[in-house]
């Protein structure tokens, strides 16, 4: 769902800028590109945390295990759902993967690093069932805490041309 906000939002960029000009004030704001790029990494994230979390919990994975499968299957999702829609827009495979790595690598890395100190910070959450609040109310804790610590971050990258902003000025 946030991808296709943040592809939608690409489509209306290139529309707008195409075929109106441009305006002073219909360029997005720094603060809105920052939040779109948080929402779409994070979703990537989301995706292989919560796979990874769930199949290391029904494994009965060690906490260890579990979270290095949860940030393995992250940056994979992350990437791959940068990487999709580059891929359809005509990019190879090789011009894709390195867009995303330089779009993604810090954001999905510092979502990463939050996501799973709060889950290991919670009593019991990595040791919670799949089917209790305590597993899921911490992930999505988790996963919120990380968003809002990586939008900094996605701020400061995208008003440096970094970032999310290496993706932009490829459409």
């Known amino acids: 769902m946030n991808?296709?906000?943040h592809a939608g939002?690409?489509?209306h960029d290139r529309h707008g800028q195409a075929g109106h000009g441009t305006h002073a004030g219909a360029a997005p704001s720094l603060d809105r590109i920052a939040f779109l790029a948080t929402l779409h990494c994070l979703a990537g994230c989301a995706v292989g945390e919560v796979a990874g979390m769930v199949i290391g919990t029904a494994l009965g994975l060690s906490n260890g295990e579990t979270i290095a499968l949860a940030v393995t299957l992250?940056?994979?999702s992350g990437y791959a759902f940068t990487m999709i829609p580059l891929?359809?827009?005509g990019y190879g495979l090789r011009g894709a993967s390195r867009?995303?790595?330089m779009a993604d690598t810090a954001s999905i890395a510092v979502m990463e690093v939050v996501d799973n100190l709060?889950?290991?910070a919670i009593p019991g959450a990595m040791d919670a069932p799949l089917t209790s609040f305590l597993f899921w109310g911490s992930l999505a804790l988790a996963l919120a805490i990380a968003g809002v610590v990586a939008f900094p971050?996605?701020?400061w990258l995208?008003?440096?041309g970094q970032g999310h902003a290496v993706v932009h000025a490829r459409h």
Do not use: G, S, T
Request: no cysteine; hydrophobic share 65%.
């Open 153 to 155: 971050l996605n701020r």
């Open 3 to 5: 991808h296709d906000m």
């Open 99 to 101: 867009l995303a790595l």
């Open 9 to 11: 939002h690409h489509a």
């Open 158 to 160: 995208i008003a440096r």
């Open 118 to 120: 709060v889950m290991l």
């Open 87 to 89: 891929l359809k827009a």
């Open 74 to 76: 992250a940056f994979i």
